[in-house]
C-alpha cells in the first residue's frame, strides 16, 4: 500500500468518521463572487452508479463554486461508505485542480417520519450534519446546497435546526423525483421518502430538478462517454478510467499512469444543467453541434453574445405532498410519495421546478458537458 492510499485512509478517525476535514483554499473569482456550496452526493468507490463521478467532476469545473463541503450519502445501503468509501474520487479531484474540499460521511438510515432529527443514529455517521451547520454557520455568505441521492442529512439538518437553515441557505437543488406527475415512483424518492415530503414543504428555497418526468420536467440525458472523456486531459482521462476499472490501485498515483484505454458508450446524466444554472452560467451555440456553458461576460468576450440557447428554465411551483408515505410492507418499505403541484401559481409559491426550454436539449447538453470537463485541471 503507497503512502499516498495510507494518506488518504489515515483521515477516517474510527470513532467519529470525520474525514479530511480541510479548509477550501481555491482562490476566488475577480470581485469575490465564489459562490459557497454543499454537494450531496451518494458517491462511492467502487461506484454504484459511475454518473455520480461525472458530478464530482463537473462540480470541480465550474469555477464559480467555492465548495464548502461534500456530504457522502450512503442511500439504502448502510455502512456502505465504510466499506466502499468514497473518499479517492474526492481526493483524486483535490489533486487534479488544486482545490482542499471538507467532505464527510452523512447518515446510514432513512428518517422515521418527516420530523425526525436522526439524533438515534450512531455518531460515526453525523459527521455529514455536522459538517452542513460548521459550513452554514461559518459561512459570511448564503450558501447553495446541491443533493443527489437522498435528502435524509438535509432534511434532519433542518429538523434540528430550521432557522440557521431558512436564514443561510440561498438556493437548494433536489435532483430526485418524476416531476409534477402526481406519484414519485423514483429511485431517489424511495430512498427516503420522508426526507423528500419534508424539503418539498420546508419553506427552504427549493430548486426541484426531477430525474424523469414528462412536458420536459426532466433533468435526464445520455451522453457518450468516448467523445466526453476523450477530451479531456489525461489526468481527468484516468480519473473516470479509475472509476470505471473499478481500479484497487493507488487513487493519487493511478492519475499519472497509462495511456488506458478509454471508455466508450452512452452514460446517463442528470445533475450537469443545474449545476450550470446554480453557477449561474448560460448555454451558448459555438458551431452547428457545439454548445459551451459561459458567464455573460465571457461570452460577450467570445463574440458570443447573441448566440444564447434558452436550454432550460425554473418554472415557479407550488408544491405539497398529496399522499404522505405509511411505513408498510414485510420489507419495510414506506408506500408510495405523491405531490400536488401547481405550475406558475398566481402567488404563494413555495420553489421552481426544472424544465426542458428547447427540443434539443438531449443534444446540446452532452455537448455542453464535454467542453465544460475540457477545461478540468488547465
Known sequence: MSRSFNAIRSCIVPAVLVLCLTAGTYPALAGGKKIPIIHSTDLFHPHDDPDDHYDLATLFALDEFDIKGIVLDSGRQPDAQLKRFGGPPIEQMMKITGRKVPYAIGLSHRLNSPGDKALDQEQRFQAGIELIFSVLRESDKQVTYHAAGSLRNLAAAFNRE????????????????????????????????????????????????PCFGTDGYATYYTADQSAVVGACLPAVQNFFVYCLTQSKADPIEFLSTG???????????????????????????????DFVALQPADAAKAGLADKLVE????????????????????????????????????????????????????????????????????
Open 259 to 289: 495511456p488506458h484505454s478509454l471508455p466508450t458508450g452512452e452514460r446517463k446524466m442528470w445533475c450537469t444543467a443545474p449545476l450550470i444554472h446554480a453557477a449561474g452560467r448560460k448555454i451558448y451555440r459555438r458551431g452547428p453541434d
Open 162 to 209: 430550521p432557522e440557521l437553515l431558512k436564514r443561510k441557505l440561498k438556493a437548494v437543488y433536489i435532483e430526485i423525483g418524476r416531476g409534477p406527475s402526481g406519484e414519485q415512483r423514483e429511485w431517489n424518492v424511495t430512498l427516503d421518502p420522508y426526507s423528500f415530503a419534508l424539503v418539498i414543504e420546508s419553506g427552504l428555497p427549493v430548486y426541484w430538478c
Open 311 to 378: 436550454a432550460l428554465r425554473f418554472v415557479p411551483m407550488r408544491a405539497a405532498v398529496g399522499r404522505l408515505p405509511r411505513p408498510g410492507g414485510e420489507d419495510g418499505k414506506p408506500t408510495r410519495l405523491s405531490l400536488d403541484v401547481k405550475l406558475n401559481p398566481k402567488q404563494n409559491h413555495n420553489g421552481f421546478i426544472f424544465r426542458q426550454n428547447d427540443e434539443q436539449y438531449s443534444r446540446i447538453m452532452p455537448s455542453v458537458l464535454k467542453n465544460l470537463l475540457a477545461e478540468l485541471g488547465k
